[in-house]
């Protein structure tokens, strides 16, 4: 999977869990397996005080390979196709992904 591969919505989770570092999207809308921004997710970014070097995103290269995090965070959108996430992320990379499930999803 390449950045040149993905739609709109992934484009956009995908820069915003690179340029984010650590902290979390919270409440990100997910329709027929893509990211929806409308409305917007709530965007909880934490900053570790003191020294640190930053990382710096890689935004420019289409055709670079994605972290298998990438591919696995927007495979379970797809297999999720509607409903509502919430994203931890950590070193510019997604960590945990929390699904808001109906029981009668579980069930």
């Known amino acids: 999977m ?19 570092g650590f902290g979390a999207i919270e409440r990100l809308l997910i329709r027929g397996g893509v990211p929806c921004y409308e409305p917007e997710p709530r965007i909880i970014q934490t900053i ?30 797809t297999r999720l196709r509607d409903g509502i996430v919430d994203i931890e992320v950590r070193h510019g990379l997604p960590f945990r992904l929390v699904l808001e499930r109906r029981c009668k999803e579980l069930l």
């Open 2 to 20: 390449t950045r040149s591969s993905l739609n709109p919505g992934q484009v956009r989770t995908l820069e915003i869990i690179e340029v984010l």
């Open 48 to 77: 570790k005080l003191g020294p640190e070097r930053e990382r710096q995103p890689n935004l420019n290269s289409a055709d670079v390979t994605l972290k298998k995090e990438f591919e696995s965070l927007f495979g379970h959108f």
